[in-house]
């Protein structure tokens, strides 16, 4: 394979940048750092910042440019959008396009009704959707999720639990599974719904409630969402009933791609650099410890070869091949990066600095460094399992073995 982008794909890349050098600009607040959402995820300050960038996007028609003709996008090239999202994660802006995993699943299972409804907000960033996959007794098991939908006339009638929504107290629609046939074996019995969690007015329907679920920092991250006879009317059904399973795994996989990663942390690690250059830490430049220089250097090395496992991603997907292990190995390189060496190690070179959190005065980069240290070991679990699934792919698909 070739691992340089074309001549056409680097211009566009420096396009890309001057545009993001013009019309981003993250206001101190500590957008999109890292793959789930930030700290300032809930501020309406940053939310409004986040929002002004992506019409920009919209309006300069690079906001659905992976979006098939058909339904109103660019249909650009796989190598293009590699480049767009690389130089977004890069400078740390807004992700540039639709949330992918839903998107994905209503294009391939969702009816004319459900595209003409949803497709053309998306596309203009105006709705927000949270997942409803995980239960309490449902999570790298998910299929033995327990929500009860039955059929009433025009709707279905949903009642039982979920948890770890992601932000779903700011969520506009709601992508649930449920069980419609309690008798089926456990994946055949699943439907697929599209529920509205607030009105214009922002009241939640009837019968639903979300409890706020904390991460270790004291952040509303998650909900706990409580369904006790919620109507969902019929027409927003995705896919077909009692096979929502399928329906839903084209959601996961579009959740499990994700080639920006690498890039996300080297403009990370460039702008830590950046700040070693011109702080001293305790009177002493920390850039002078051969010991850091070493770790760096090393940390850099692992990084670039994440980027190539990306990338390696990246032009097999051009080359209309499907990157099943490869993406595995990607994505988990990327994950174990995370959570083992990039956070820990920029934590540590700064010391004591390295645990303060947001809001800290001290906090270099408003602890960026902190927080994201002790939020990187959820890495891996979101996305349905991903800590197990990455090596089971590798291990039956890339190397054959069996189950
Ligand atoms: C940041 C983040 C965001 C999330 N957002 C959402 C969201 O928006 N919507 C949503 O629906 N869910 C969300 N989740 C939930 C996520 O999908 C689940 O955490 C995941 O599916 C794992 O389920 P669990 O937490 O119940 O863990 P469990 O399935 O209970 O697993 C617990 C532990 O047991 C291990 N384990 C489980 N089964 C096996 C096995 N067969 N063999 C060996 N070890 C095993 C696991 O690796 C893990 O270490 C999110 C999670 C995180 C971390």
């Given amino acids: 394979m070739d691992f340089k982008s074309s001549k056409e794909d680097?211009?566009?890349?420096?396009e890309v940048r001057q545009f993001i050098q013009d019309n981003w600009d993250p206001k101190?607040?500590?957008?999109?750092?890292?793959?789930v959402r930030s700290w300032d995820f809930d501020n309406p300050l940053s939310r409004e910042n986040d929002k002004e960038f992506t019409k920009k996007l919209v309006d300069q028609g690079w906001y659905t440019m992976s979006w098939p003709k058909e339904y109103g996008g660019g249909d650009y090239p796989l190598s293009k959008q590699f480049v767009y999202t690389e130089e977004l994660a890069y400078a740390g802006a807004p992700g540039g396009s639709p949330a992918s995993n839903i998107t994905g699943a209503i294009m391939m299972h969702g009816s004319d009704e459900a595209k003409k409804t949803f497709l053309p907000k998306m596309a203009a960033g105006d709705i927000e959707w949270a997942q409803g996959f995980s239960e309490p007794n449902?999570?790298?098991d998910l299929a033995s999720l327990q929500t009860r939908a039955v059929e009433?006339?025009?709707?279905y009638v949903v009642t039982g639990q979920k948890i770890w929504s992601s932000a779903a107290q700011l969520g506009d629609w709601y992508h649930v599974l449920v069980r419609t046939d309690p008798d089926a074996p456990k994946h055949r019995g699943i439907t697929y719904l599209m529920m509205n969690l607030k009105d214009e007015a922002g009241e939640r329907p009837e019968g639903l409630t979300l409890?706020?679920?904390?991460?270790?920092?004291?952040?509303?991250?998650w909900c706990e969402v409580f369904m006790d006879e919620v109507r969902v009317p019929k027409k927003y059904v995705l896919g077909e009933v009692n096979r929502g399973w399928y329906a839903a795994m084209t959601t996961l996989n579009f959740e499990r791609t994700g080639t920006e990663g690498p890039v996300r942390h080297i403009g990370i690690l460039d702008r830590f650099l950046d700040m070693l250059k011109t702080t001293k830490f305790n009177g002493e430049s920390l850039l002078e410890d051969p010991l850091v220089k070493h770790k760096i250097?090393?940390?850099r090395i692992r990084l670039e070869a994440d980027r190539m496992l990306a990338v390696r991603v990246a032009w097999m997907q051009a080359q209309g091949e499907v990157p099943q292990s490869e993406g595995a190995i990607s994505g988990l390189a990327n994950q174990i990066t995370a959570k083992l060496h990039f956070w820990p190690l920029l934590a540590k070179i700064l010391q004591?600095?390295?645990i303060l959190n947001v809001g800290e005065e001290r906090a270099p980069h408003n602890g960026l460094y902190g927080g994201y240290n002790a939020i990187s070991l959820s890495q891996g679990f979101g996305g349905g399992g991903g800590i197990l699934l990455g090596p089971s792919i590798i291990a039956q698909r890339g190397l054959g073995l069996p189950r």
């Avoid at 680097?10 to 420096?14: I, K, N, V």
């Avoid at 500590?30 to 793959?35: F, P, S």
């Avoid at 009433?152 to 709707?155: A, F, I, Q, R, S």
């Fill in 211 to 221: 409890r706020p679920l904390y991460d270790m920092m004291g952040r509303w991250r």
């Fill in 138 to 140: 449902a999570g790298t």
């Fill in 352 to 354: 004591d600095y390295g």
């Fill in 297 to 299: 250097a090393d940390l």
């Fill in 28 to 35: 101190g607040f500590l957008g999109h750092e890292m793959a």
């Fill in 10 to 14: 680097e211009e566009f890349r420096l």
């Fill in 152 to 155: 009433d006339g025009d709707d």
